[in-house]
């Protein structure tokens, strides 16, 4: 997967550099180009997971701009409005994902997240405990982020 990505990233910038445009779009319709004719190549080989993984990745940092814009949104209107709303609590969240990378990329994610704080780890690595501004269902609140983050996490990982 490695060889594949580097492969990538060389060919984007030959085409960049062969067309002589140092624009985003050129960089960005490069290593498209450059992804199609690695994915045509290796077609059949058993070493394609590289091409699972980036359209993954892609929708993966999508759905976090989307949650991104989204809590943004919501703490903004709480800002902005008299009235208080919140409903803040900790949550203990149990974990799927195993492997420290995981967790700590999922913990970051959350983290990153305006309303929401990861504060700590269980010991066994089974349970991430969050704080979060808004917990008007508990439940609801752990599959947002089981459902979300955690299987977009697995998925990559994988």
Known sequence: MKNRFVSNILLTFVWVVLTGDFQFANYLFGFIL????LMVITKGSRKAKYFTIVPKLIFFVLFFVKELVKANLEVAWEVMTPKLNMTPGIVKVPLTVQSDVGITLLANLITLTPGTLSLDVSNDKKVLYVHAMYIKDKE??????????EKRILEILK
């Open 140 to 149: 609801k609140f752990i599959a947002g982020i089981k459902n979300g983050f």
């Open 34 to 37: 450059s992804y199609v004719i």
